[in-house]
């Protein structure tokens, strides 16, 4: 669906995400939502031009400030306390060519009504963390290519083949949208503190030997 410059806005709704946006000050900061709030658990509603174009934009903004911040590479809607089917998303290479998790550069993409589906059979296991479940990580699987397909701040819709940790940030947010958190899948027997994974796990990012030692499966 491309949104038209006609659609109408909720007037209320329109207020009540300015006054949230407010909240976020000078820094467009603003706090993240953790595990335990309803919102996390509710189907975002679709978005279907409900706010103006000013306020989407400032969301969006305020949005990417506070992800940025947390630092993350990805933050939904619902992760701000807003039910609606906006995330953004945002990722950069960080030096290792090697790396299995197959990193990528992905540049900043304001993704509204985001859908994916697999786009071959092959999946793969890493540890993945959530800035709504802090202090955490646990390993979950996942496609290792997605078409994934959305709308942009302007309505335009696009369809983009996804590989690697692109197709798993993608995967993660627009998750986040349905209700569902990560861990909600994950192998829970490879939950693992901060720091514990840093200090353990780090040179295994596979992770073979957290998966022997902590008694899960990879495959």
Known sequence: MILSRNTKIDAELNRDVE??????????????????????????????????????????????????DAPGVGLAAPQIGLGLRIAVIEDHVRGDEDDPREI???????????????????IRSFYEGCLSFSGYQAVRRRWLDIT??????????????????????????TDHLSGEVYIDKA?????SE???????????????????????SIE
Request: glycine share 6%; net charge negative; proline share 7%.
């Open 19 to 68: 006054d949230l946006l407010h909240e976020s000050g000078n820094e467009r900061i603003l706090p993240i939502v953790q595990m335990g709030e309803p919102v996390l658990r509710q189907p975002a509603e679709q978005y279907a031009g409900q706010l103006s174009r000013r306020t989407l934009a400032k969301l969006i903004d305020v949005m990417h400030v506070t992800m940025l």
């Open 104 to 122: 990528a550069e992905l540049p900043f993409h304001a993704i509204i009504n985001p859908v994916y589906e697999p786009a071959g059979t092959q």
């Open 148 to 173: 994934a397909r959305w709308q942009d701040e302007e309505g335009k819709q696009h369809e983009e083949r996804m590989h690697g940790w692109p197709a798993r940030i993608f995967q993660h947010e």
């Open 187 to 191: 192998e829970i027997r490879s939950l």
């Open 194 to 216: 901060d720091e514990n994974l840093s200090e353990l796990w780090s040179e295994d990012p596979v992770p073979t030997e957290a998966a022997e030692e902590l008694g899960f």
